[in-house]
């Protein structure tokens, strides 16, 4: 069964979005599995530049079906506007389908998001305000909408009535704030979303299963990352749904056999947005460096990223979460003018040198980066698309993250246009 699932191996944005849409000419159907419009996948099409955040990056192929899994969070205007954004560029959306067990989010969830960061005050998450945790929460709770509720308005009235039972007391008692008509916040999103996003409602696991037994490629699109994972991250200063490759079958449905290839995406150097820990943090001028040759600003939010160097002991953690089989390394070229570049190999906790991730936060805190310092390549990589083109040096900066992270480097990308990339095995 060919399936592929394509998983952020750091903090996001790694540039999975430019692998996903070149994995993706070769599939049948690439499907999201988590997340919601927190994600920003900027894809670059000759002298175009579209930034998606729900809609799977294999809608600019027409052969691919775009499928939006039972486990995202849908915002349904959001999505909407998505949709006629694409189609006024003349990208054909008709195609996309949504799981109608998707869970909404509603506005209220945004709300409640950013009521929530602020009465964390300095211990906020640095969330991206979408609504993402409280609609997950209200998936666990039992008290979520789903898409397919919409398509009988009696239940998603009474499905909406329920849980605003519940948020606005929180809003009104906790928050202080004006409760949320039940019936006013219906109306808006029947007579606004109903008519426009009913022809995609669909039934994914038998569109899935379907071409996977027709021996289709299937794609399975992770967004945010490993260190993001509610279960694997950085908690708690991670995302609410598990962007590991594992997270792919309950939110897909799919079983774990149906999966032959796991392709690691990982940045050239690390970046993070938001707060928590991060041992090979820079702040210095190399740090503010990456940031500015690597336009690191978040595609959704406008947040400065933080910036670091390569670190292969979250990456050997990473390939066993998510049992990568290979590696796709991007923004190689962001490094070009560096006189020397660094790989974190181990870390030094406490006066001992530790190989493996520590499973106690405090110690990830404490832990200071030990580096393995390479020459830089000195070399414009932009325009190099073989990779015998490549510089020693870039080489070896490459072969030594396989060696420290012991997985494979299939690809490399040298920059953000779809024929910026090098086949490395
Ligand atoms: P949330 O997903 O909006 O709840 O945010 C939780 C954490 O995940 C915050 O630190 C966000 O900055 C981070 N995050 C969420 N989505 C992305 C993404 O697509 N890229 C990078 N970080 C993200």
Sequence with gaps: MPATIVVGTQWGDEGKGKFTDLLAKEMAMVVRYQGGHNAGHTLVVGDETFALQLVPSGVLYDHTTPVIGNGVVVDPFVLLSEMK??????????????????HLILPYHQQLDALHERHLGKNKLGTT??????????????????????????????KIEAALSYHNKVLT???????????????????????????????????????????????????????????????????????????????????????????????????????????????????????????EFGTNTGRRRRPGWFDAVMLRHAARLNSLTELA?????????????????????????????PYHQSSIHKATPIYETLPGWKTDLTQVTDRKDLPKEAIEYLNVVQDRTGVPISLVSTGPGRDQFIQFD
């Design 329 to 357: 390394v991007t923004k190689l070229d962001v490094l070009d003018t560096f006189d020397e570049v660094k790989i974190c190999v181990a870390y030094e906790i406490e006066g001992e040198r530790v190989e493996e991730l």
């Design 173 to 295: 008692k906790v928050f202080n704030r004006l409760p949320v008509d039940p019936d006013e916040l219906a109306d808006k999103v029947l007579s606004e979303c109903l008519e426009g996003l009913r022809p995609h409602i669909a039934d994914t696991i038998n569109l899935i299963h379907g071409a996977l037994e027709s021996n289709e490629q299937v794609l399975f699109e992770g967004a945010q990352a490993t260190f993001l994972d509610l279960d694997h991250g950085t908690y708690p200063f991670v995302t609410s749904s598990n962007p590991t490759a594992g997270g792919a079958c309950p939110g897909a449905g799919v079983g774990p056999k149906h999966i032959d290839r796991i392709v690691g995406i990982a940045k050239a150097y690390v970046t993070r947005v938001g707060a928590g820990p991060f041992p090979t943090e820079l702040f210095d001028d190399v740090g503010d460096a990456m940031v500015d040759i690597g336009r």
């Design 129 to 158: 305000k979408r609504g993402i945790g409280p609609a997950y929460a209200d998936k666990s709770m039992r008290t979520g909408v789903r898409v397919q509720d919409m398509l009988d308005e009696g239940i998603f009235r009474a």
């Design 85 to 102: 954004m694409l189609t006024d560029r003349g990208v054909d959306c008709s195609n996309l389908k949504v799981s109608g067990n998707a």
